[in-house]
């Protein structure tokens, strides 16, 4: 069912109407807000889900009209598709109905309303007219500040009323008939304009003194015009639309033109002044910058020109729309994920990392995964977690963490804050060590003292007593205090940047776990990818185990047995280095080993839009309290020399567990995901342990073992957390990379892509060598506009075109251009 619903929000998504907060699968008209407003309900749709679920949805206001099925009806067997088109049908039916039925009532509420209203002839009387600088023409107004205007049929009965508030806030009565019906300034004659809104209307009338009929919204222009050509077939027809230049797909312009073409009329599109307001849209928005002249002059050029030469006819009417149709939007490379709730950190760090996201104003998500990263190195293989309560299966909370964001989204400084407590530790290891060292190298030289002198004597010895000479070489009858411990190793709580030897030789004295820590992550992921780096790779999927075994064989180093490779993993990467080696990893490249799915905390979260700037002293007490954490897992033992500490689910979280479990392996094997997903997913069977685990010796350390409930649930919520930005992070091989062509389209639609000739504003078509020449990002050489160019070819904002050689032999290779949509040229939003 919740599969039905989404898929039905999303087919409302995508025609642009806001989507209603709760859909109801009762086979009942619906009403919603179309617009994303308070108090509008021009949406509607009905839903059924019985059977193959059907529905139908759409907007009064801009004239949407969309049928859906969860199926379509081209799989369908010809039994559903009857059934379905009977649904579809009944569907209609039932929408035509009740709508007949609400119109009746609300044309009475209308005309009662109308009646016991007052005439308004001041425009002064209320403030909309005051603003719009225009009189009022057939309007009434309503307890002082309502102002009501009629729409009739064309036989002049009233139909319904739009009432408008004090505020400028527009309002129909409640399932008032609107398609058809208009509100008309002056008699018409030979000339007769059909625009969107009241104002627009009036202005037009004041300008031209030609009459005018208010279709109300964009989607009712062609069934007002429709109507008003039955009626006065004679008459001349111009069509006034707005151009919405700023809202997705202009419905203002695109609805207009294609009125105009359907009555064979004029249309008029208002050109404003540069520059240009960005809420300036209609007539009466000119009329009120420009003057009526402006208006006039408009109107007047409209009249002058052909239907099918109209300049807005010819860039969006039948010469474009053959062969060009209206471009799709590019897709949307980054789907949803979940913010971060605070609520997701053990109380024992909360507060700090809260801090460190509020004084850097950056994401929280990037110092909360390197804490708990940097955390799980400290606890490395000395404590595991047995997930089953009879099995013997371990599971070692080593983490690896990535975060993704753009350059300068404060990746690398907020990483760096939350390692600070890992840096201080590994300071006060060297300087401990630098002690100890230091003595260690005082012995060795005393002890060399001491045999040196033992040499000596025994050289004096040597002939007389061979026995006592030969007793004071041997170390062990001559073994004292001095020299005889091993060199003190420094733990390493963090390594940066070592080759895959030297991190061996590390780990060789650090079994027990260690961070690797890499600012750029992209640097470490493709030196694993080159050639001879099989070995390479090969330890660091080990590490992530963080219970096996391995061995170094190695002619300059000889052999090097690790008892236990355990390493935690923390870095950062760029969108753009990321897609791509993404799209490898999933393609069966050298990548597509597990390496990439092993980086379970990975997070791409969305960038806050506004900045506050903040400068504050750091919250001293969180600091604290979190770095008290860091000191007592640094001090962590294991059970012994070779075994770690175990902990256990109590009662109620293995149940919980298993819960969760069940279901989840259920869904891996169904293979419903990406296989790249599935297995990324397949991680958390770790990962989910591994975090109840340091919930637990974070915040509950004094429980002996035992994870309770609580832990393991947060955990949970950390798995939905992580699973939104994992879909994130393998879109990349799912849907095509669109920031190059976004780029492209913007520049284009900017009107940036010109001509030396200054005449000459905007070419029509580019070549890919064209644009690489501008230098713009992303866009720096052929192939990488080649690239852009098919995907916004692929979505129909270009068409590619190839030109044969002019070479009468025929030699020399084809070029190729990009023509441009006729919307691109005209700086529309489509």
Known sequence: MDKTLDSFRQAIADTGLYVPDVIEDDGQLHR??????????????????????????????????????????????PTEQRAYQQRITAIQTQREIEQTTRQAFAATQAQHRWQTA???????????????????????????????????????????????????????????KVKTCHHLIGTPNDILIVCEGYATGASLYECTGHAVAIAFNAGNLQAVATALKAKYPSITLLIAGDDDWKTEQNPGLIKATEAAQAIHGHLAIPIFPTPRP???????????????????????AALNTAVT????????????????????????ALPAVHPFDPELLPQSLRPWIQDIAHRMQCPIDFPAVAALVALSSLVGARAVIQPKAQDDWQVVPNLWGAVVGRPGVKKSPALSEALKPLHRLQKTEYEHWDTAHAAWELDNKVAQMQADAHEKKAKALAGKDPAAARALLDPNTTRDSFGTSAEPIARRFIVNDATVEK??????????????????????????????????????????????????????????????????????????????????????????????????????????????????????????????????????????????????FDAAAQACFVEWLVPFETELRKEELHPALISHLAKYRKIIPALALLFALIDTPENNGIIQENELIRALAWSDYLRSHAQRLYAAALVPETSGAAILLAKLKAGKLTDRDPDIK???????????????AGLSTPDAVRKAAELLSEYGWLMRETQLSNDALGRGRPSERYLIHPTVLAGRSV
């Open 32 to 77: 919603f807000s179309a617009q994303g407003k308070q108090k509008d309900d021009s949406g509607w749709y009905v839903l059924h889900t019985d059977g193959i679920p059907a529905g139908a949805f759409g907007c009064w206001r801009t004239g949407v009209h969309s049928t859906w099925s969860a199926q379509s009806p081209a799989t369908m067997t």
């Open 118 to 176: 007052k005439a308004c002839v001041d425009p002064s009387s209320h403030p909309y007219l005051k603003a719009k600088a225009i009189q009022p023409y057939g309007l009434r107004i309503e307890d002082v500040d309502t102002l009501l205007i009629p729409l009739r049929d064309t036989d002049g009965h009233l139909q319904s009323l739009q009432t408008i508030t004090t505020e400028g806030e527009k309002r129909f009565l409640p399932s008032g």
């Open 278 to 300: 960005e809420k300036a849209t209609d007539f009466n928005d000119l009329h009120q910058l420009a003057g009526a002249h402006a208006v006039k002059h408009c109107i007047q």
């Open 309 to 332: 030469s109209h300049p807005e006819i010819t860039r969006l009417g039948k010469e474009s729309l053959d062969p060009w149709s209206l471009p799709t939007p590019l897709p949307n």
């Open 503 to 648: 991190l061996g030789e590390i780990l060789q004295h650090n079994s027990w776990g260690t961070l690797s820590y890499r600012d750029e992550l992209y640097g470490l992921l493709t030196s694993l990818d080159k050639s001879g780096q099989e070995g390479s790779r090969a330890f660091y999927l080990q590490s992530y185990d963080g219970n096996q075994s391995y061995t170094f064989d190695r002619i300059g180093r000889g052999t090097i047995p690790i008892p236990r490779v355990c390493l935690a993993l923390l870095g950062s990467i760029q969108p753009g280095r990321l897609h791509e080696y993404v799209r490898n990893a999933v393609a069966g490249g050298n990548a597509d080993d597990g390496l990439l799915q092993r980086f379970g905390l990975t997070v791409w979260p969305d960038l806050p839009t506004d900045y506050i700037h903040v400068d504050q002293w750091p919250d001293t007490p969180a600091k604290q309290t979190a770095w008290a954490v860091f000191d007592r897992l640094a001090q962590l033992e294991p059970a012994n020399e070779t075994d770690p500490i175990l902990w256990r």
């Open 762 to 776: 905007q070419l029509s078509s580019f070549t890919p060598r064209q644009i690489a020449q501008k230098g713009w």
